[in-house]
Each structure stands twice: as C-alpha cells, then as structure tokens.
C-alpha cells in the first residue's frame, strides 16, 4: 500500500459509549503517518470533541492502543498505510472493557486484576540491606527478561477470547507480570502469588489460543508466561501447596 | 468489514489448532454416544453385526469418528506438551506433526477396512 496514490483516508471512528455509532472523516494522505497522526488530525482539524488517549508517542507509556480494522494495536507506532483497506480505516476502542467516551475505554479492571494477580513486589525480609546477587543467564533470570518490557497497554487483554468468554479471567497482561515476580530471587510473595493466579479466573482459564502473543505490540509471549505459571501451579499441588 | 476483521484477528496456526480440537472435542461428545448406541443395538446378534459393519455408510462414519478422535487425541497431546514442557518455538511443527498423524492413523484404519 503506497499512501503518496492515495489522496485521503475514507476513516470511520466510534463516537459515543458503549451505545454509538461509527462516523466517517476524511483525512488527507501524509506520507509515514501512523494511526495516532490520523487520529489527532480529525481531532486538531474536524471536530475537536473527539476523545481519545496517547502519551509519548514512541511506544513507551501503552496509552493509545485501539482496535484498528478489528485488531487491537498501538496507534503511535502503527503506519496506517499498512492496515488500511486500501483507503478505508475503521478506528474503536479497545475490546472487553469499558467505554468511556469515543476511543477512550476505561482501564481500571484491567489494572485492578494485575493487583489481584500479585502484581506487586514483595520484597524478602532483608532484601533491602544488600544487592541481591543474580547472575544475567541464571534461568529465572532470563525468563523474567523475556516478560519484562511490558508497557501495559492492554492490546493482549482486547485480543483475547477467554477474557471475552469470561470477564472475571485475569487476562494475559496480569499473568505475564506475575510470571516475572515469579521468576525474581528478591521476590518474597511466591507461594500468595501462585495461589492468586491458580484460582478457576487464573492461568487454567487460557486455552493457549495466542491471540495475546500474536498482537502484544513489544513481542513479549504472555501465552508462554501463562504456561509456565500452569506448571508452577501444578508443582505447588502436586507438593500439597494450595 | 467487520466480521472479516474478526476474522483476521485470529488467523493464526495457534488459534486454528485450538479450533479444530475444540471442534474435534465437541464432535466426539456428539458423535461417540451415538456410536456406542448403534453399535449396543447391532451388537445383538453377531452375524447381523458383521453384516451391518461392512455397509459402506457404516464404515466411513467410523473413519470419521477415527479421524475427530485421532485430532483430539493428538492436538490434546499438543496443548499438553506445549503448557507442561519448557516453552520452545516450535510450536507449528507441533500443530502440523498433530494434523500429520491424525491423518496418518485415519488413513491407516479406512485401508484396514477394504
Ligand atoms: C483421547 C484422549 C483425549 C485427550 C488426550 C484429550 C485431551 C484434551 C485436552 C488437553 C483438552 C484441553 C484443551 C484446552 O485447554 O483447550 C481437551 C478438551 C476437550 N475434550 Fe478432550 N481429550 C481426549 C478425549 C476426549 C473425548 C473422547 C471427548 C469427547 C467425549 C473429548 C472432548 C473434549 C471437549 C469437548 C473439550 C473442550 C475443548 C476446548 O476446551 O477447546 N475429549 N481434551
Ligand atoms: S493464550 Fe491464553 S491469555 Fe493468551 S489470548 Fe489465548 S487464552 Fe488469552
Ligand atoms: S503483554 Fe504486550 S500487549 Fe499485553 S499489555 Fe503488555 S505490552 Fe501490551
Ligand atoms: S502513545 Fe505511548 S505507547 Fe503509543
């Protein structure tokens, strides 16, 4: 798709809340635009009541994901010119949570379910006194690594079925991140953190579909995460934990 | 444009495997009774049986029933392997070693057959 043929983009954005409708713009063709330039033009220069989210705008803060052409992605570093259909762009909030307004949903269940997942650090009696020594190709060390760069955008927990199947599923985002305090040697809250993600909503609920890991913007594999809490989980059983 | 989105959201090898052996499992739920009944009900007398199990339509509605089971069988075998063994990028071999088999073994039955 070469955006310089093109004149302009035929976009249809949702406006309104959970009830809405999708409205058409056009917006004029630029070249290496992305989905969030599209966007804050219509807002900037058609109608300056269009609501929606972004922050830094080189995929670091995980704010301005949407559901573009029906799949989810970070706008900010999505070229529009590689999800069109040819001209024609269809921007919505993200899936499975709810809308506040426009393309601006409402993240706080998504948030709260990484608290309910142990998503804090809970630091070892006297790991403060001294750096904890943890060699960089220890295994733990590695599979933490792999899980850590998440920005919390939410991409994985729209792409996912299960969490649309059923809404009380912790989701792939708050998994992963329990996954990392899993592997982290300074962690102290293992045993809580297992029993927090091994519950009927947790990591069983994931049937290993990897819509998560197919979409997450930063590669990460929140499926594999979610695996290996399985296996911890199942460990902790078959010792008699909870 | 919607439903084709949908669509192109999960056209992956994963979420494919997944569907297939939720399918395979719900066909085998449907189906394996069904089977049991009909064979409890031909199983009378014996000679009837051997007669009755040699129908054309008989025989290909078991490779059927061979092939949903072998699916399942192997694509359960799959999601085991790749949730209960440490994480490794080969998971479409996995799918497509599945899919090889089940054909295989379905395959292997309908030649038993003739
Ligand atoms: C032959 C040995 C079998 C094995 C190794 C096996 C394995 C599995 C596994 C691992 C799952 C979980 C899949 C997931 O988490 O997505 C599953 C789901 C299921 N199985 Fe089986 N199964 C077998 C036989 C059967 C039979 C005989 C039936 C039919 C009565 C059946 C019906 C189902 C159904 C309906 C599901 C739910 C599918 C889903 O969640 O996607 N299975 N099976
Ligand atoms: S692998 Fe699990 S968490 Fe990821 S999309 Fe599939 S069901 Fe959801
Ligand atoms: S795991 Fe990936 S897709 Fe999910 S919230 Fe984190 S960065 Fe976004
Ligand atoms: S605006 Fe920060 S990730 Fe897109």
């Known amino acids: 798709m070469d955006s310089r043929v093109l004149q302009t983009w035929?976009?249809?954005?949702?406006?309104?809340?959970?009830?809405?409708?999708?409205?058409?713009?056009?917006?004029?063709?630029?070249?290496?635009q992305t989905v969030l330039d599209v966007v804050t033009y219509v807002q900037r220069h058609i109608d300056a009541s269009v609501?929606?989210?972004?922050?830094?705008?080189?995929?670091?803060?995980?704010s301005c994901a949407m559901t573009v052409n029906?799949?989810?992605?970070?706008?900010?570093?999505?070229?529009?010119?590689?999800?069109?259909?040819?001209?024609?762009?269809?921007?919505?909030?993200?899936?499975?949570?709810?809308?506040?307004?426009?393309?601006?949903?409402?993240?706080?269940?998504f948030f709260e379910k990484w608290t309910t997942a142990?998503?804090?650090?809970?630091?070892?009696?006297?790991?403060?006194?001294?750096?904890?020594?943890i060699p960089p190709d220890h295994a733990a060390r590695r599979a933490a690594d792999a899980a850590i760069e998440c920005i919390g955008c939410g991409v994985c927990y729209a792409g996912c079925d299960v969490v649309g199947w059923r809404p009380e599923y912790l989701g792939p985002a708050a998994l992963n991140r329990a996954w990392t305090l899993v592997n982290d040697a300074r962690d102290g809250a293992g045993?809580?953190?297992?029993?927090?993600v091994a519950g009927d909503a947790g990591c069983h609920a994931c049937h290993s579909q990897q819509n998560c890991t197919r979409h997450c913007p930063k590669h990460l594999n929140p499926a594999a995460s979610i695996a290996g809490l399985k296996r911890r989980a199942a460990?902790?059983?078959?010792r008699g934990g909870s | 444009m919607f439903a084709a989105s949908r669509f192109h959201a999960r056209n992956h090898s994963n979420y494919w495997a997944f569907m297939l052996h939720?399918?395979?499992?719900?066909?085998?739920?449907?189906?394996?009774?069904?089977?049991?009944?009909?064979?409890?009900?031909?199983?009378?007398?014996?000679?009837?049986?051997?007669?009755?199990?040699h129908q054309p339509l008989v025989e290909y509605a078991e490779a059927g029933l061979v092939l949903l089971l072998a699916l399942h069988l192997t694509g359960g075998l799959r999601v085991l392997v790749l949730e209960f063994l440490p994480w490794h990028n080969w998971q479409k071999t996995a799918i497509a070693i599945s899919g090889g088999v089940s054909l295989g073994v379905a395959l292997v039955f309908m030649l038993n057959l003739t």
């Open chain 1, 118 to 133: 142990g998503g804090a650090f809970v630091p070892t009696p006297g790991a403060t006194d001294n750096f904890a020594h």
């Open chain 1, 51 to 62: 609501s929606y989210r972004f922050a830094c705008r080189v995929g670091m803060c995980g």
């Open chain 1, 235 to 238: 460990a902790a059983l078959w």
């Open chain 1, 191 to 196: 045993a809580e953190r297992i029993a927090a």
């Open chain 2, 22 to 53: 939720r399918i395979s499992g719900v066909a085998l739920a449907l189906f394996l009774p069904v089977h049991f009944w009909v064979l409890a009900l031909a199983a009378k007398s014996l000679n009837g049986f051997l007669v009755w199990a």
């Open chain 1, 70 to 109: 029906g799949v989810p992605r970070w706008t900010c570093r999505t070229r529009i010119a590689e999800v069109a259909q040819g001209n024609r762009i269809a921007i919505a909030p993200l899936s499975h949570l709810p809308v506040i307004k426009d393309l601006v949903c409402d993240m706080s269940v």
């Open chain 1, 10 to 32: 035929e976009l249809s954005l949702w406006r309104g809340t959970e009830e809405g409708r999708f409205a058409s713009y056009q917006v004029p063709c630029r070249e290496r």
